[in-house]
């Protein structure tokens, strides 16, 4: 089932500015992961953060965790046109186990 | 990051029919491999958990006996729709497990079932 709700669901920006992309689940995890998906496509990994921590960067990327909201926010900075696709937050509850998918934000960026 | 390969990626078939899809680890050994199910504008849903050597762990309300999994290698699982109809249509997606924590995920597979 899943556990993840994400907001907005859907998100247009111009070419520059920054997104912020938030995700909310519901039992308790061992870290949390975001993906993103072109259409038709599969999944890229770009970031997992671990229950322990608070924060993590990675280029223009920026991933923060409130475990006591169970949240978690994406940030993408300075974002480009090739950034537009949908961006899925995942838990897992364990180290190694299954993923649970948010429902996803459909990011558009326009140039 | 690891590969995972797919195949097909695109497959139309007749209602009735079944359909094989492969899911493989290029360049390392997984243990267990993840199927996923994913409906236009939808999140990704699991399917079932596949362990090399043992029976599948399905979600609730994934009918087992409709779609069929085989872990037989470390680098091989298999998703059998069989007897597929129109609404089994959809992406479906595969993972694998590499080191502790991190999935990778193939490309995915577009079934539609006329």
């Known amino acids: 089932s899943q556990q993840g709700e994400e907001d907005p669901q859907a998100l247009s920006i111009q070419e520059g500015e920054n997104a912020t992309m938030n995700c909310s689940y519901k039992?308790?995890?061992?870290?949390l992961q975001w993906y993103r998906q072109n259409s038709g496509r599969g999944l890229v990994h770009l970031i997992l953060?671990?229950?322990?921590?608070r924060e993590k960067h990675s280029g223009r990327l920026r991933v923060t965790l409130d475990t006591s909201k169970k949240s978690s926010s994406l940030l993408i900075t300075a974002s480009r046109a090739a950034d537009t696709a949908s961006y899925f937050c995942a838990t897992a509850e364990t180290s190694g186990s299954r993923l649970t998918f948010g429902e996803g934000t459909q990011l558009t960026v326009n140039p | 990051g690891a590969v995972v390969s797919q195949h097909p990626s695109r497959v139309i078939c007749k209602s009735g029919t079944s359909v094989k899809i492969e899911c493989r680890s290029l360049d390392f050994q997984a243990t267990t491999m993840f199927w996923y199910r994913q409906f236009p504008k939808q999140s990704l849903m699991l399917m079932a958990t596949s362990n090399e050597g043992s029976k599948a762990t399905y979600e609730q309300g994934v009918e087992k006996d409709k779609f069929l999994i085989n872990h037989a290698s470390l680098t091989l699982s298999t998703l059998t729709v069989t007897s597929a109809h129109p609404e089994d249509s959809s992406f479906y997606i595969c993972s694998a497990a590499g080191t502790i924590n991190e999935q990778f995920f193939g490309p995915g597979t577009r079934l539609t079932v006329l």
């Open positions: 953060i671990r229950s322990n921590e």
């Open positions: 039992t308790s995890i061992n870290n």
